[in-house]
């Protein structure tokens, strides 16, 4: 029985590296190919099943759609006023991991479109901020990315500059993820595009940890119990021949 024990219990200390398993994916895709009616919103086109639900890209009070632009997902809002977390011109989505699994945010890759004038060099100033409880948000960099070019992927760093608190983010706790720009003109439209391929996809390393048994052991009758008493020794049985249960 001791032999049986200890072949267990090696067993799970050589298992025990691999019950986290880490791996960089795409936790969130969009393509906008076929995106022709400005819509309100649009749900992200692949997720896995890493998150909880299917993110769904928003817009600020004043990013209201572009009217009918092709294979886009754009506004008019975000005009030549700069960048502020309190501005309302930015869209907007949210992700949350699903049960047993953990994110961490690696980066963002974005291809643009819009007016000719609104990205005249030296560019359209462009940001990411994130929030843990969706209303006080944070910048990821410290400074914008100046976008000069359309239907070119622009990569945007967050492993760097992402706060410990936003690695390993457990199951169940949703971040919110801001875009914001600003341009050249006041009235040029801006926003994501896709010609094809992705035009906003966020990736990021999961780690899938196996569910934790809560259920308590059992006894059977009559066990546990005491055998061969002697004067100066007792034995104490046990029964853990059935499968499945727990008996001490």
């Known amino acids: 029985m001791k032999k049986q024990l200890l072949s267990i219990l090696c067993l799970m200390l050589l298992l025990l590296p ?34 909880a639900s ?12 572009n009217g009918v632009v092709n294979n886009s997902f754009r506004t008019t809002g975000f005009q030549n006023n700069g960048i502020a977390i309190t501005n309302t011109d930015y869209f907007q989505f949210q992700v949350t991991p699903a049960t047993n699994t953990t994110i ?16 005249v060099s030296p560019g359209v100033e462009s940001r990411f901020a994130y929030s843990k409880d969706g209303v006080n948000f944070t910048f990821f960099s ?3 990315t100046l976008v000069t070019a359309t239907n070119t992927p622009y990569t945007f760093d967050l492993a760097t500059t992402v706060p ?17 720009a600003s341009g050249r003109t006041t009235t040029g439209g801006w926003g994501f595009f896709s010609n094809g ?12 940890v196996g569910s934790v048994d809560t259920t308590p052991p059992t006894t059977t009758t009559g ?12 034995d104490l049985v046990t029964n853990i021949s059935e499968a499945g249960k727990t008996y001490y």
């Open 164 to 180: 410990d608190d936003l690695k390993n983010i457990p199951a169940g706790t949703t971040i919110t993820i801001r875009y914001y």
């Open 54 to 65: 299917v993110p769904v890209l928003t817009r600020g009070a004043t990013a209201a759609p």
């Open 197 to 208: 391929t992705a035009g906003l996809t966020l990736n990021g390393t999961i780690a899938t």
């Open 104 to 119: 961490s945010l690696t980066n963002i890759i974005a291809r643009f479109n819009g007016t000719a004038t609104f990205f």
């Open 223 to 234: 066990f546990p119990k005491s055998a061969n008493i002697t004067a100066s020794s007792v």
């Open 142 to 144: 410290a400074a914008s």
């Open 18 to 51: 691999f019950g986290l398993k880490a791996q960089t994916v795409a936790l969130a895709t969009w393509n906008f190919t076929g995106v022709n009616s400005g819509p309100a919103t649009l749900d992200a086109d692949a997720t896995g099943n890493q998150l």
